[in-house]
């Protein structure tokens, strides 16, 4: 068993929710990549990009997840980007058991539509095929990254979703 677990998956999979939870239950620490680059920076992400641009936060994400993969007890959950980097996965599954939370665009999409904090999807002038064809490019490595991947629907009920990855990591 992996020291750490680590949730990856599209923007509004519900990785932070899931994250939460997921830890709560197995007394592990709760690590968010994104809050601990909002945090360092201290901007949030949208600010992030518009001021410093994509480049940028990439790189500070490739060293936070770089920097927290290295402590043990906890669940990290990753910006929906972070897969499409080499290091990082690399990193995240020296320490963690790598879960993917595969959520169908339609869910996604409900999710994040009035969301003004994912400056990938701002000012798309069809929204629902922006997250269709950048849903589309990164499936496949979030796939081939994960160690146990979980289906998430609108239906879901996010705490069968917590037990089953809690069951999966144990077994591990
Ligand atoms: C991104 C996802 C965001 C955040 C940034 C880039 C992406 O995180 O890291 O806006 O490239 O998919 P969430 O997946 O938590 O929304």
């Not at 932070?16 to 994104?34: C, E, N, P, Y």
């Not at 945090?39 to 790189?59: A, V």
């Not at 994040?112 to 798309?124: A, D, W, Y």
């Amino acid at each position: 068993m992996k020291d750490n677990i680590a949730l990856i998956g599209f923007m509004g999979s519900g990785k932070t929710t899931v994250g939460r939870i997921l830890a709560r239950s197995l007394d592990m620490k709760f690590i968010d990549i994104d809050r601990c680059i909002s945090i360092r920076e201290k901007k949030t992400i949208p600010e992030i990009f518009e001021e410093l641009g994509e480049k940028y936060f990439r790189d500070l994400e490739r060293e936070i997840i770089e920097e927290e993969s290295r402590d043990n007890n906890i669940v990290i959950s990753t910006g929906g980007g972070a897969i499409i980097d080499n290091v990082n996965i690399k990193n995240l599954k020296q320490t963690s058991f790598v879960v993917f939370l595969d959520c169908n665009v339609e869910t996604i999409y409900e999710r994040v539509r009035r969301s003004k904090n994912r400056p990938l999807l701002n000012n798309s002038e069809n929204l629902f095929e922006k997250i269709k064809d950048l849903h589309e490019k990164r499936q496949t490595l979030y796939k081939i990254s994960a160690d146990f991947s979980i289906e998430i629907t609108s239906e879901t009920n996010l705490y069968d979703s917590v037990e089953k990855i809690k069951n999966a990591y144990i077994l591990s």
